[in-house]
């Protein structure tokens, strides 16, 4: 009889635990056996899904992207038998979901209790951070991702375009002056990041072409939320996405400048996930609820 999902299992297990020898010590078997069943998918599928070394083990792409379809096809064995043996289809368990700090607080968050009255029986595992993670090894269901992405095998549902703007506090405008070109940032406190995508440089409109303008200043934050709050007490310049900071535009906490020379200095967001299609019910019941919502979200600024 075809044992392929059981093989599944046991591959799903290894890369979990990180180790033939630790999968094999939760499952109970040899570490010969286990390594012996990931050697019969490989073979069977012609591929390399795991590299091996005396160290330490490595997923490849094929076996991310085997990965995740498979820890859709077991969740999918799994809300079938829970339905057929409650006799109640809606989804039920538990989506983990990445966000960076801003996105999550401002735009998730507050869409969580609607949720919950519509899918009581799902749990959300709320990770907020802007570092990015790889969604195959944290095990993550959704990621909502902002700015360009890469070639991953993942499915994206575009959110919408975020505005980015070059902001200040009125205190820090007075003490130092308001920047009226893209030049004058040379002469300014700005607040950056510390990823390593992230290069200290504003792309700004100068003399009729777009140019990416070198900055500097006292602070590099690994999240947009501690440069928003540093602005608000006059730390310096910080360039956030619109959405992140329109209440404080609105109250009057932040103003606005460069604006003409920031224009079409936008990115777009995307919620991101394995699987496709085959994605288990309670993560196509989460995507169906929020995206939606978020695009409207977006869309008010």
């Given at each position: 009889m075809d044992n392929r999902v059981g093989e599944m299992q046991v591959f799903v297990r290894v890369v979990e635990s990180g180790s033939f020898s630790e999968a094999a010590r939760l499952l109970r078997m040899t570490p010969s056996t286990v390594s012996k069943l990931i050697a019969r998918i490989e073979t069977r599928l012609g591929l390399r899904l795991i590299e091996r070394s005396t160290r330490?083990?490595?997923?490849?792409?094929?076996?991310?992207?085997?990965?995740?379809?498979?820890?859709?096809?077991?969740?999918?064995?799994?809300?079938?038998?829970?339905?057929?043996?409650?006799?109640?289809?809606?989804?039920?368990?538990?989506v983990r979901v990445n966000a960076s700090v801003a996105f999550g607080?401002?735009?998730?968050?507050?869409?969580?209790?609607?949720?919950?009255?519509?899918?009581?029986?799902?749990?959300?595992?709320?990770?907020?951070?802007?570092?990015m993670t790889d969604l195959y090894l944290d095990r993550t269901d959704v990621a909502f991702r902002v700015g360009r992405l890469?070639?991953?095998?993942?499915?994206?549902?575009?959110?919408?375009?975020?505005?980015?703007?070059?902001?200040?506090?009125?205190?820090?405008?007075?003490?130092?002056?308001?920047?009226?070109?893209?030049?004058?940032?040379?002469h300014h406190r700005c607040l950056g990041f510390n990823f390593q995508r992230s290069a200290p440089v504003w792309p700004l409109h100068e003399k009729g072409r777009l140019v990416d303008r070198l900055v500097h200043g006292p602070l590099l934050a690994n999240n947009g939320e501690t440069v928003r709050?540093?602005?608000?007490?006059?730390?310096?310049?910080?360039?956030?996405?619109?959405?992140?900071?329109?209440?404080?535009?609105?109250?009057?906490?932040?103003?606005?400048?460069?604006?003409?020379?920031?224009?079409?200095?936008?990115?777009?967001?995307?919620?991101?996930?394995?699987?496709?299609?085959?994605?288990?019910?309670?993560?196509?019941?989460?995507?169906?609820?929020?995206?939606?919502?978020?695009?409207?979200?977006?869309?008010?600024?």
């Open positions: 330490h083990l490595s997923v490849t792409q094929e076996g991310q992207t085997y990965y995740a379809r498979a820890m859709a096809l077991i969740a999918d064995l799994d809300d079938i038998e829970r339905s057929l043996t409650t006799g109640n289809m809606q989804p039920k368990g538990t607080t401002l735009g998730l968050e507050p869409l969580l209790p609607a949720f919950w009255e519509a899918y009581p029986d799902i749990v959300i595992d709320l990770s907020l951070s802007d570092e890469q070639d991953s095998g993942l499915t994206a549902r575009p959110l919408g375009s975020v505005p980015r703007k070059i902001l200040a506090s009125p205190a820090y405008l007075a003490r130092y002056g308001t920047p009226q070109t893209a030049s004058d940032l040379s709050r540093l602005a608000l007490q006059g730390a310096g310049l910080a360039r956030l996405g619109e959405y992140h900071v329109r209440n404080d535009v609105q109250a009057g906490r932040l103003i606005e400048v460069l604006a003409d020379a920031g224009v079409q200095d936008e990115e777009d967001i995307y919620a991101l996930y394995p699987g496709g299609r085959q994605s288990p019910p309670r993560v196509r019941a989460f995507l169906d609820f929020m995206v939606p919502r978020l695009q409207d979200y977006l869309a008010a600024s």
